[in-house]
C-alpha cells in the first residue's frame, strides 16, 4: 500500500498562496498522484492528478519532483471557500484493488480573513 | 445529473438491529465503493466491487456485507449494528483504469450517510 504524510493542518490568509506537501517514498513505477478536497458533510471531490513534473488545471498546480517521492499541492490566492480538508492519494488508476484507494487523515486548510 | 446517490442520508439504528444502505451511480462505472468517516478522520475503505458480481474487501470490513446484483447498485448491509459503526458512510464510484490515459481513474462520490448506533 502506497502511504501518504500529509501536514494534519495549515492556516493562511485569503489571499495567498498555499503549498502543501505530501510525502510518498514507496511510490511504485506505475502509480499516480491523486489530490481530492472535502468539504465538511459532503464526499471527497477530486482536483487534480499528475504523474510527474507539472501538471495545472483551473483550480491547482500540482509540482511533482524527478524522484516522484513528493509532491506539492499548489493554491493560488485562496479563498475563505477553500478551508477544507485535502487528501493526497497515491496508487495506480489502472489497477484493480484497494492499493489506490487509501486517503489518509489530509491536511485541514483554514483560510483566515 | 443524479451521479451518485446514497440513501438513506439519515439513520439512527439501535444496537443489534439490521439495515442497508443503498448506492446507486447513473455514470456506468465498473467501480463502486463503499468508505466509512468517523470525526476528525479520513476515510476508510470497507468494501469495494470492480463490477457486476464482484466484490472485496478493504480495509475494515468487519461487521458489513456488500453486494452488486446489478452494475449500477452497491449495497451495505450492517446484520447487527454496534455502537462502532456510528459513522458517516460514503459511497464512491469510478471508470475502469485508465483507458489509454482518457480516465484519470477519478472517484466520484456521494453525500455520506450519516448512521448513528445507539
Known amino acids: 500500500l502506497a502511504k501518504t504524510t500529509q501536514p494534519i493542518s495549515m492556516d493562511s490568509y485569503e489571499g495567498q498562496e498555499v503549498n502543501i506537501t505530501c510525502s510518498h517514498n514507496?511510490?511504485?513505477?506505475?502509480?499516480?498522484i491523486t489530490w481530492y478536497q472535502q468539504f465538511p458533510s459532503q464526499g471527497p471531490r477530486f482536483i487534480i492528478q499528475g504523474y510527474k513534473t507539472k501538471v495545472t488545471n483551473e483550480v491547482a498546480s500540482l509540482f511533482i519532483p524527478a524522484d516522484r517521492k513528493s509532491s506539492t499541492l499548489s493554491l493560488p490566492r485562496v479563498s475563505l471557500s477553500d478551508t477544507a480538508v485535502y487528501y493526497c492519494l497515491v496508487g495506480d488508476p489502472d489497477q484493480t484493488g484497494a492499493n489506490n484507494l487509501f486517503f489518509g487523515t489530509g491536511t485541514r486548510l483554514t483560510v483566515i480573513p | 445529473n443524479a451521479g451518485v446517490t446514497q440513501t438513506p442520508k439519515f439513520r439512527v439504528l439501535k444496537t443489534g438491529q439490521s439495515m442497508t444502505l443503498l448506492c446507486a451511480q447513473d455514470m456506468n462505472h465498473e467501480y463502486m465503493y463503499w468508505y466509512r468517516q468517523d470525526p476528525g478522520m479520513g476515510l476508510r475503505l470497507i468494501h469495494y466491487s470492480v463490477g457486476e458480481g464482484t466484490t472485496a474487501k478493504g480495509e475494515v470490513p468487519d461487521g458489513y456485507n456488500v453486494s452488486r446484483l446489478k452494475k449500477q447498485n452497491f449495497l451495505l448491509g450492517l446484520e447487527s449494528a454496534a455502537p462502532s459503526q456510528t459513522s458517516v458512510y460514503f459511497c464512491?464510484?469510478?471508470?475502469?483504469?485508465?483507458?489509454?490515459?482518457?480516465?484519470?481513474?477519478?472517484?466520484?462520490f456521494g453525500e455520506g450517510s450519516r448512521l448513528t448506533v445507539l
Open positions: 464512491a464510484s469510478s471508470p475502469a483504469g485508465l483507458a489509454g490515459g482518457i480516465n484519470t481513474g477519478e472517484l466520484f
Open positions: 514507496n511510490i511504485a513505477t506505475n502509480d499516480y
